[in-house]
Nanobody
Framework: QLVESGGGLVQAGGSLRLSCAAS????????VAWFRQAPGKKREGVSC????????HYVDSVKGRFTISRDNAKNTVYLQMNSLKLEDTAVYYC??????????WGQGTQVTVSS
């Protein structure tokens, strides 16, 4: 399973670090992604780190502000979010997918950015 943590209320320009802790499988064998869903909007991919080569991807709206990383020893993937904007307000979900399409979703963690 996946358990997210680290969400909360932060002022615009502030920072948060989200954690996605995995149990029952090793994150280094999975492509792990962060998605977010704002009220009334569809869920969108924010960032991912590929399993085999560690290649990293970001959606354009967070490039230069968010950083995804993986700690294999802790079996956890992080999303460091800096320079937060009002439009980053959403529920953030962690997603993990293996090469043979074993898929896990976390329960989500709320991030609220205030002015």
């Amino acid at each position: 399973q996946l358990v997210e943590s680290g969400g909360g209320l932060v002022q615009a320009g502030g920072s948060l670090r989200l954690s996605c802790a995995a149990s029952g499988f090793s994150v280094d064998g999975y492509t792990v992604a962060w998605f977010r869903q704002a009220p009334g909007k569809k869920r969108e991919g924010v960032s991912c780190i590929e399993s085999r080569n560690g290649r990293i991807h970001y959606v354009d709206s967070v490039k230069g502000r968010f950083t995804i990383s993986r700690d294999n020893a802790k079996n956890t993937v992080y999303l460091q979010m800096n320079s937060l904007k009002l439009e980053d307000t959403a529920v953030y979900y962690c997603h993990a997918r293996s090469w043979n399409w074993n898929v896990y979703w976390g329960q989500g963690t709320q991030v609220t950015v205030s002015s």
